[in-house]
């Protein structure tokens, strides 16, 4: 496993952002699907996965990058890595999945 970030919205489709002839482009082609897992460890140990085919592959956009990065990111060090990406990460393409399993475990009561 990679880390990556990826964005959700309940009823939609999850999405990442990759190079578009990165390792990890070139395995989600050849397979034609990919899962994410997101994970946390503190206080206690909670999970989701989820799998399914790709349902689309667009261009990459500087709003999209931003839109990613203001999930993990905020104030100047958001506005830094925005300009930053719009740069470096200009071949970035965007990978949605449609959802076909979800596997979720709460391993705490905190």
Do not use: C, N
């Amino acid at each position: 496993m990679v880390p990556i970030w990826y964005a959700y919205e309940p009823g939609g489709l999850p999405w990442i952002l990759t190079g578009a002839d990165s390792r990890k482009m070139t395995l989600i082609r050849a397979a034609g699907r990919f899962s994410l897992l997101v994970q946390r460890t503190d206080p206690t140990v909670r999970y989701v996965s989820v799998e399914g085919p790709v349902a689309e592959v667009t261009e990459g956009t500087s709003t999209l990058h931003r839109e990613m990065a203001g999930r993990y990111l905020s104030g100047e060090t958001l506005d830094r890595y925005a300009a930053w990406a719009e740069v470096e990460l200009a071949d970035h393409v965007v990978v949605r999945m449609r959802p076909e399993r979800w596997l979720t475990a709460d391993l705490g009561t905190a």
